[in-house]
């Protein structure tokens, strides 16, 4: 049994039925679409038609309704045929996840109707390097007409080169965030598709510069009010593309032994798919993968209770940064991610190095691909360097320090 057989709930199994089949479609020219870095738009649309963007929209909004686990599952499943079409879906669902936990007033009901449609969302949240100034210096200045202007220049804006609004974190005259819900069809938004990176080539995740672009007073979003697990979500989208990405290059090394001809001279059998050693190395690749998924899956389950913890906070209008007990959650489900991320980073770039050694010289050529899963790998892993958080997790076993108290 392959990690990507391995059942889950029958909740999820239902959810998923109906895209998989989109997914099946989507695969047909992923290959070629990478090598060539065409943007999957149409591929995009196919996964809204199929009800994907209304998963985390609530029932009662029009919506499914689905746990953020199933949209990590899901996530998992698309990066497995397109990591980079299932990128672009993260700073989408996290700013639904937003809307969907803020305070609730009738913006976010009407914002979150109009994603679940097909308006998709892009992020506007790092800056690249800029030794003379702040780490953020996007600006949010009043509008004497009313509401608000931005202008700055972001990078790392994934999803942006698909996105009908874009969310900027800007900072005001005091220096307090807010993240500004951006129209990324005013005349004032540049989205440069200048991504430099080797992997994840079209995820539109280069620079995007906003010149006094207006934004009205109800898209405009104090950073104080976002979901306390946004930390937890962004990582695990991370590693469901990372799990994809594992699963794919063991389906296609497994492909491409049984593909090959000729052994070498060197080696245990003539026939390649005789040979032991090779046939040890696909075992050690799935074995990483293994490890990978199941990490990964071990890692929702703590998410999803914070989630919820959260969510039943907000529903009878309780303080959510005063309970004790969504702390605890979120201190747990921090760590069960962080955790999570070393197994699940070293695991995945070992397999898609590993692979290579039960191949010859053809398992490297550009027809195949099989190149582009490291590349795609290594980059989603450098996002986030896994160093820092073993130190964190290091800290909270040894001297008691909670993630959740970090400056």
């Not at 979003?221 to 063991?250: D, F, K, N, S, W």
């Not at 309970?323 to 921090?334: H, I, K, Q, T």
């Amino acid at each position: 049994m392959s990690p990507s057989e391995i059942p889950a709930d029958a909740r999820y199994e239902e959810l998923i039925a109906p895209v998989r089949p989109v997914i099946a479609r989507i695969a047909l020219d992923a290959r070629d679409r990478e090598r060539e870095e065409r943007p999957a738009t149409e591929q995009l649309g196919w996964l809204v038609d199929a009800g994907f963007a209304r998963w985390r929209t609530p029932a009662e909004w029009g919506g499914v309704g689905a746990r953020l686990s199933d949209v990590f599952r899901a996530v998992a499943e698309i990066a497995e045929v397109d990591p980079n079409l299932a990128h672009v879906w993260r700073n989408h669902f996290s700013f639904v996840e937003d809307r969907v936990h803020a305070e609730g007033s009738p913006f976010d009901r009407e914002i979150v109707e109009r994603l679940g449609g097909g308006e998709f969302v892009g992020g506007g949240w790092s800056e690249t390097p800029n030794p003379a100034g702040p780490d953020i210096s996007t600006r949010l200045t009043p509008d004497p007409d009313g509401g608000w202007r931005v202008t700055g220049r972001k990078f790392y804006s994934t999803g942006s080169i698909y996105a009908r609004w874009i969310t900027v974190l800007a900072l005001d005259d005091t220096g307090a965030r807010f993240v500004a819900l951006v129209d990324a069809q005013d005349p004032g938004v540049r989205i440069g598709d200048d991504w430099d990176g080797f992997g994840q080539r079209v995820t539109g995740s280069g620079s995007v510069t906003y010149t006094d672009v207006h934004v009205p007073d109800e898209r405009v979003l104090p950073y104080a009010t976002r979901y306390p697990y946004q930390e937890q979500y962004y990582q695990t989208v991370m590693h469901a593309i990372l799990v994809g990405i594992g699963r794919a290059a063991l389906r296609e090394g497994i492909g491409a032994l049984r593909d090959r001809r000729r052994g070498h001279h060197n080696g245990t059998a003539a026939d390649p798919k005789a040979d032991p050693e090779l046939l040890g190395t696909i075992g050690t690749v799935a074995a990483r993968v293994y490890a990978a998924d199941a990490a990964f899956t071990a890692s929702l389950g703590p998410v999803d209770a914070a989630v919820d913890r959260h969510a039943g906070l907000r529903a009878t209008g309780a303080d959510p940064s005063a309970d004790p007990v969504l702390r605890a959650a979120l201190e747990r489900s921090w760590i069960a991610v962080a955790q999570a991320q070393t197994v699940v980073t070293d695991a995945v770039l070992d397999a898609t190095t590993l692979v290579f050694d039960a191949l010859g010289s053809s398992g490297t050529f550009r027809s195949l691909g099989l190149d582009r899963h490291w590349r795609n790998a290594r980059t989603l892993a450098s996002h986030n360097p896994r160093v820092h958080k073993r130190r964190i997790v290091g800290d909270l076993l040894v001297n008691g320090a909670s993630p959740l108290d970090r400056a």
